[in-house]
């Protein structure tokens, strides 16, 4: 039966290709996930519960680090599996796809964050006309405020990448304009400049037009080193924290981490990688399915469950079964809200307006088939956005 397609909206044909779905880029994606919700965990009680306590804020600088280097490596796969989908359809239903993709889950969100911060003006300074208006369109670059909802900067950068991405494709390739090229060439080069950290997205679509070039490593040495590339990202990651701002790339490190981390990421998304082996599984790929979902709720259950540990005195003197029982009791929380939100806000509007499934791979039946028809395949050209530590966390 051929598939519908929501009203007025036309797809540019163009052939399925089993290299679209990308096990170990799929896994990474759920990886980087659970990465920044424990960085939170961690990050969040040696700032608020145990800030007192040096010996545990010093324990734990490392593993949160790392944790939050999850966001870059959230870019590099942005990056590498946006560009089939620049490709495939038109700069119209490009945007209609991501928006009905990305903007209720994020809508529902910012909005919870936005209602409940009128009401306790707990950030003053997100509770002004231009904080909020700017929140909701993603303008809070422009307008020099914070995202509202915690870990929605990311998606900024996401939403700005996608635009120019796409408008950097149509102009180019396309319509083949001179003119606009230099023009769009420009800008991406002046957002560059002034954010360094989307080199990370550019880095991955460069990965994705590598590897759909056939560009491997020598099978001798591919393993060893994505290997050391992976024990290198996380030296890096977990020994300094950037921002990746124009002040931090003043650092050689954080040169070494921006171009580390899509090195790993080729290695690792090649078939016979140690990486597809060890992300493939079932457990993993399910991660990954509901990462955009985990990605943005997180930062409200470790809220909730934070103030509640705090509240009954569970956070004790001894951190080490303390931040056990924390970690033992938030993140199965965090898991089955993740779920039901994802069925509900993240997978249902898609579904609602284009008639299809967000994932459809048949490499996704294979590893979720037992979930039966309700389950979760992979979309056939996963996409998937990202995020960093928020307020209050």
């Known amino acids: ?130 904080a909020v208006i700017a929140g909701f369109l993603f303008l809070n670059l422009f307008a020099h405020t914070e995202q509202l909802t915690p870990n929605a900067w990311s998606l900024t950068f996401e939403v700005i990448f996608y635009a120019l991405a796409s408008l950097s494709y149509f102009v180019a390739i396309r319509r083949r304009s001179a003119i606009g090229t230099v023009l769009v060439s420009a800008l991406c080069w002046a957002f560059l400049i002034r954010y360094p950290i989307a080199l990370f997205f550019v880095t991955g679509a460069l ?67 140690l990486s597809t082996r060890l992300f493939g599984g079932r457990a993993i790929a399910y991660l990954g399915t509901v990462s955009y979902s985990l990605y943005l709720l997180h930062p409200y259950t470790y809220f909730a469950m934070r103030a509640l540990f705090d509240r009954f005195g569970l956070f004790t003197d001894d951190w080490g079964l303390s931040m056990a029982l924390f970690f033992l009791v938030t993140t199965p929380v965090t898991l089955l809200a993740t779920h039901v939100v994802h069925r509900s806000l993240e997978v249902w509007p898609y579904r609602r307006f284009f008639h299809q499934r967000v994932y459809r791979s048949d490499r996704a039946q294979a590893l979720v088939g037992a979930a039966g028809p309700g389950g979760h395949p992979f979309e056939h050209h996963p996409e998937k956005p990202t995020g960093r530590a928020g307020k209050g966390v």
């Not at 040495?221 to 990746?244: D, N, Q, T, Y």
């Open 207 to 273: 990965a994705r037009i590598a590897f759909d070039a056939g560009l491997k490593p020598h099978a001798q040495i591919a393993r060893p080193a994505e290997v050391a590339l992976a024990l290198l990202c996380i030296w890096l990651a977990g020994s300094h924290r950037f921002g990746f701002s124009q002040a931090d790339m003043a650092s050689p490190y954080a040169w070494a981490l921006m171009f580390a981390t899509p090195g790993y990421f080729y290695l690792a998304i090649q078939p016979d990688s």
């Open 1 to 130: 039966m051929a598939t519908k397609t929501a009203p007025g909206v036309r797809s540019r044909p163009r052939p399925a290709r089993g290299g679209d779905f990308n096990p170990a880029a799929h896994g990474l994606r759920g990886l980087a996930s659970m990465m920044v919700f424990w960085a939170h965990l961690l990050g969040g009680t040696a700032e608020h519960i145990y800030a007192h306590d040096q010996a545990y804020v010093d324990l734990v600088f490392g593993p949160w680090s790392f944790g939050a280097w999850g966001v870059e490596l959230f870019f590099v796969i942005s990056g590498f599996v946006i560009l089939p989908s620049v490709m495939r359809y038109s700069m119209r239903e490009f945007a209609l796809r991501r928006f009905f993709r990305l903007y209720p889950l994020f809508f529902a969100f910012t909005l919870l964050f936005a209602v409940l911060n009128g009401f306790t003006n707990a950030y003053p300074e997100l509770n002004t006309r231009v």
